[in-house]
């Protein structure tokens, strides 16, 4: 049974040309990834940023590896320090980069160097409103992102923000390769609803994205 279930989760599911869905492709491994997403928050904390336009983010977040993406009154950015601390951001675990390069190989992308993992951490009603990710250095590179916690609805719109977002449950578990034609598509997630829960970790839901920054 537990092999059947295995080969079920490992089929991919076309989201769009070049978005690939791998359903619980980080299951095997996610106590190990919740204890490392804790040990990375002990030396760089969550934290809620706040935008250019002076809005405080719902989404908390860290990061690791060799830069993590920072947001401030002056803009956003890639940068190698973690304004909290003054110091570098924590290493990237080698079972995230492993993860992550797994995941983009069964996607196609055979040659994925992630340098860089944010670390989003949802409570509830914490939302990310719809977005392009744009302030990376290299477009081909695909973003491998891995979601764990309680389950939350991923709007996955088009090239243009008018464009209607389709809407996609991610669960515990679940990564979602991004590449090609996909990787500068309007995207967001809605609130995290009130029932939303998971025995590891409660109401909260952490997302791992992983990116080629450099
Ligand atoms: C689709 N995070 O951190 S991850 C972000 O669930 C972000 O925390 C969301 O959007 C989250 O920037 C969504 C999935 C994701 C990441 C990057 C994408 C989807 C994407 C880039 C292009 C298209
Ligand atoms: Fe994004």
Redesign the pocket.
């Known amino acids: 049974m537990q092999d059947l279930f295995a080969d079920e989760a490992r089929k991919p599911v076309v989201m769009a040309t070049g978005?690939w869905l791998l359903k619980g492709f980080a299951l095997m491994q996610d106590r190990q990834l919740l204890t490392q997403i804790e040990d990375i928050a002990k030396r760089s904390p969550f934290r809620q940023q706040v935008t250019p336009g002076g809005h405080t983010m719902s989404?908390a977040m860290t990061g690791c590896g060799v830069a993590s993406w920072v947001t401030d009154r002056r803009g956003y950015r890639y940068d190698r320090l973690d304004p909290e601390t003054g110091a570098p951001w924590p290493e990237m675990p080698d079972t995230f980069r492993h993860l992550a390069q797994d995941a983009a190989a069964a996607a196609g992308f055979k040659s994925f160097a992630p340098d860089v993992c944010?670390i989003?951490r949802y409570t509830t009603g914490a939302r990310?409103g719809l977005?392009q990710?744009k302030d990376e250095v290299d477009f081909t590179a695909p973003?491998v992102?891995v979601?764990l916690g309680a389950e939350?609805t991923?709007l996955?719109g088009g090239p243009q923000r008018r464009d209607k977002p389709t809407r996609w449950l991610?669960e515990h578990g679940d990564v979602?390769v991004?590449g090609g034609q996909?990787?500068?598509?309007f995207?967001?997630?809605a609130p995290l609803g009130k029932r939303a829960s998971h025995p590891l970790t409660g109401p909260v839901r952490y997302?791992l994205?992983f990116r080629q920054a450099f």
């Open positions: 978005a989404a944010l989003n990310m977005h990710d973003i992102s979601s939350m991923f996955f991610l979602v991004w996909s990787r500068l598509n995207h967001g997630v997302n994205t």
